[in-house]
């Protein structure tokens, strides 16, 4: 039995967007809709912006890490979660992913050449960026007080930078995986509005005009509309 049949949510707070008619009872009956937990403002942003692409209803949960709601399906306390059925999914890249292989959208199929590249891209935001991003926040606000190092983040800076600047000089589309946008261009460019708000932001023009590309996408515009 999964952890979501063994416990009775009764969610708080139920935000539902992603509806054409805005027919809430609607969406309520809707076979398979996805349930997706966590603040807008987290990699949880990620899963908003891959369903809003992908035109899937949803409902949009926003708890917060560490609550007693996401522990409950997330041992670990991080979000985001995503809700499929029964099913309890972790991890924004490999929700992301899920959902872009279950519905065959800015994803390429499994097993082709296309797709492992697609995956190496992934890995890598994850390790180049990503990484970088988490190491200065949890420096900064998510260790304990006194195992936060502030010395380490002018060479956490330093690395993001170089890391942006190969990954733009690399870069020969209009997106990361061509002409066409594809879900790492979810994850790389969420990470650079992420690098802005946690005060880490690239002087790599090219990226910011990237970023900048990205976020003017009417699934963005839409999310920051209705997201609390
Ligand atoms: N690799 C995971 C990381 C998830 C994660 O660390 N989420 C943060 C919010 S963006 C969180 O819930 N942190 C709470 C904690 O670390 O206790 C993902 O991409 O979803």
């Given at each position: 039995?999964?952890n979501?049949?063994?416990?009775?949510?009764?969610?708080?707070?139920?935000?539902i967007?992603?509806?054409?008619?805005?027919?809430v009872d609607?969406?309520?009956?809707?076979?398979?809709?996805?349930?997706?937990?966590?603040?807008?403002?987290s990699?949880?942003?990620?899963?908003?912006?891959?369903l809003?692409e992908?035109?899937?209803?949803?409902?949009?949960?926003?708890?917060?890490?560490?609550?007693?709601?996401?522990?409950?399906?997330?041992?670990a306390?991080?979000?985001?979660?995503?809700?499929?059925?029964?099913?309890?999914?972790?991890?924004?890249?490999a929700?992301?992913?899920?959902?872009?292989?279950?519905h065959?959208?800015?994803?390429?199929?499994?097993?082709?050449?296309?797709?492992?590249?697609?995956d190496?891209?992934?890995?890598?935001?994850?390790?180049?960026?990503?990484?970088?991003?988490?190491?200065a926040?949890?420096?900064?606000?998510?260790l304990?007080?006194?195992?936060?190092?502030?010395?380490?983040?002018?060479?956490?800076?330093?690395?993001?930078?170089?890391?942006?600047?190969?990954?733009?000089?690399?870069?020969?589309?209009?997106?990361?995986?061509?002409?066409?946008?594809?879900?790492?261009?979810?994850?790389?460019?969420?990470?650079?509005?992420?690098?802005?708000?946690?005060?880490?932001?690239?002087?790599?023009?090219?990226?910011?005009?990237?970023?900048?590309?990205?976020?003017?996408?009417?699934?963005?515009?839409?999310?920051?509309?209705?997201?609390?």
């Amino acid at each position: 039995m999964s952890n979501y049949r063994k416990f009775n949510f009764d969610f708080t707070f139920v935000c539902i967007i992603n509806d054409k008619d805005r027919s809430v009872d609607r969406i309520r009956g809707t076979k398979n809709l996805y349930k997706i937990l966590g603040v807008a403002k987290s990699r949880t942003f990620r899963v908003l912006w891959m369903l809003e692409e992908i035109g899937e209803c949803y409902e949009h949960i926003p708890s917060k890490p560490r609550s007693n709601e996401i522990k409950k399906l997330n041992k670990a306390g991080k979000v985001p979660v995503l809700l499929d059925g029964e099913e309890i999914l972790t991890d924004s890249s490999a929700i992301i992913s899920y959902l872009g292989n279950k519905h065959e959208k800015l994803s390429f199929p499994s097993g082709t050449i296309e797709r492992a590249r697609q995956d190496a891209m992934v890995f890598r935001l994850i390790d180049e960026v990503d990484m970088i991003l988490w190491a200065a926040a949890r420096h900064s606000f998510i260790l304990p007080e006194e195992q936060r190092v502030n010395a380490i983040k002018p060479s956490l800076k330093w690395e993001f930078e170089k890391n942006i600047d190969r990954i733009m000089d690399e870069k020969e589309s209009k997106f990361l995986m061509g002409e066409e946008f594809m879900l790492p261009d979810i994850i790389l460019a969420h990470c650079g509005s992420w690098a802005r708000s946690a005060k880490f932001p690239s002087e790599n023009k090219r990226f910011n005009d990237y970023i900048k590309f990205c976020y003017e996408r009417p699934a963005v515009k839409r999310l920051i509309k209705s997201t609390p």
